[in-house]
């Protein structure tokens, strides 16, 4: 049974669904590998690397679908590609299920498709095929160099004969996996950070990593519900929203870099900074604005663009901050891949000599979650 990799289709993205150390994998499981040549150059992972990991080369896209049980890419196929599915054949990737225009193909096809950007974060069996963390994980990091790249002074704080150099000030809005990342990276070069986050649980993980919490006032009664429900089930008063704007205001007031990391699946991201807040910066000062591609946390921002504003602030749109480290987010992408592929495999029962067989089951905790066509039909609610 053959696994396919296919290149991405997109001119923004280096990455690559599965590396030669997944290949190794794949093939101790059963598998045999085939992918489309080149696939894997942008990431500095030549053809040669996969052969000698024991996959198939395939010239063209279309021979690798046609050759494939499973399929797999980073980004939704492109058009002609779903065009080459057949009926039966597993598709595998990040999606953006909630955007694809796409699905009804897929289910005329016949074609199962999962989508990794599902996978249900709070089951514990899942943690290792979480794509959202693991890409994440790597942008929030690199944001800050982009940073620190684009800002005009260090972020340390100098000694100098000519005087004292002050730290860089910068704050992160929203702390997820992303943005807290984003705070151990920035304390690491000696910046002076801040944080704020509409989940007044965060607070713990911010000052663990050294960052101060831009805290808001809040009722007894808005406190209790918002730890009995850790946060991600609260829905803040109109008043908090209103308090956590004007303490936000402030410190990007005085804020030497501002990274942006809020984005909501299937939705256009939420406005973070809005122009009023962009005009009371300081010339020189950056953001990073990672929700870019979605729509942007920072007004006038465009994705993978830099542009400065008629006071001096320079926003930069980035959009796809993963494919800038394609060789890393690509190893951990294709590990996420395998470990969810594991659970696509049937038992073997009693007889160990029996061929490799896959469990297609929507029953599954996981695979069901993740399913967005399958037996032809669009599994996916509407938002």
């Known amino acids: ?3 396919g990799v296919i290149s991405a289709d997109i001119t923004s993205e280096s990455r690559v669904a599965i590396t030669p150390d997944a290949v190794k994998k794949l093939r101790k499981l ?4 085939v992918i489309q040549s080149g696939a894997g150059q942008a990431a500095y992972y030549a053809d040669e690397l996969y ?3 024991g996959a198939d080369i395939a ?8 050759q494939s049980k499973i399929i797999t890419t980073v980004n939704d196929l492109p058009a002609e590609a779903t065009e080459s599915l057949s009926s039966g054949q597993i598709v595998i990737g990040m999606l953006d299920p909630y955007r694809n225009t796409q699905l009804d193909t897929y289910a005329a096809k016949g074609a199962t498709v999962f989508a990794m950007e ?3 974060r709070t089951l514990s069996r899942a943690q290792n095929m979480d794509v959202l963390s693991s890409q994440a994980n790597l942008a929030g990091y690199k944001a800050v160099l982009l940073a620190a790249n684009e800002y005009s002074r260090p972020f340390p704080m100098f000694m100098t004969s000519a005087g004292t150099v ?3 000030k910068v704050v992160i809005l929203g702390v997820g996996v992303a943005g807290l990342q984003a705070i151990a990276t920035a304390k690491r070069l000696g910046a002076v950070v801040e944080a704020s986050d509409l989940r007044p649980t965060a607070r713990e993980q911010v000052e663990s990593l050294g960052g101060k919490w831009l805290d808001v006032p809040m009722s007894a ?3 209790e519900t918002a730890k009995s429900t850790g946060g991600y089930a609260w829905t803040p008063s109109e008043q908090y929203v209103k308090d956590q704007a004007a303490v936000v205001d402030k410190a990007l007031s005085n804020a030497d870099i501002v990274i942006t990391t809020a984005q909501i699946p299937g939705r256009n991201a939420p406005r973070l900074v809005h122009g009023a807040t962009l005009a009371k910066m300081k010339a020189g000062s950056v953001l990073i604005d990672m929700a870019a591609g979605t729509g942007g946390n920072v007004e ?3 994705p993978n663009e830099t542009i400065t504003t008629d006071n001096g602030v320079r926003i930069v749109g980035a959009a796809n901050i993963p494919s800038m480290l394609a060789a890393q987010s690509s190893d951990l992408y294709a590990n996420n891949l395998v470990n969810f592929i594991t659970t696509l495999i049937a038992p073997a029962g009693d007889d160990a000599s029996a061929s490799l067989a896959l469990n297609v089951d929507m029953e599954d905790e996981i695979q069901g979650a993740l399913a967005v066509t399958h037996d032809s039909q669009v599994r996916l609610a509407k938002r």
């Not at 059963?30 to 590998?33: A, I, L, N, R, Y």
């Not at 010239?59 to 046609?66: F, L």
């Open 166 to 168: 002050k730290p860089a």
């Open 1 to 3: 049974m053959k696994i």
């Open 221 to 223: 009664e808005e406190a």
């Open 300 to 302: 006038g921002s465009v």
């Open 59 to 66: 010239s063209s896209r279309t021979e690798v679908i046609t």
């Open 118 to 120: 599902l996978l249900p």
């Open 30 to 33: 059963g598998f045999e590998v």
């Open 51 to 53: 052969q000698a990991a």
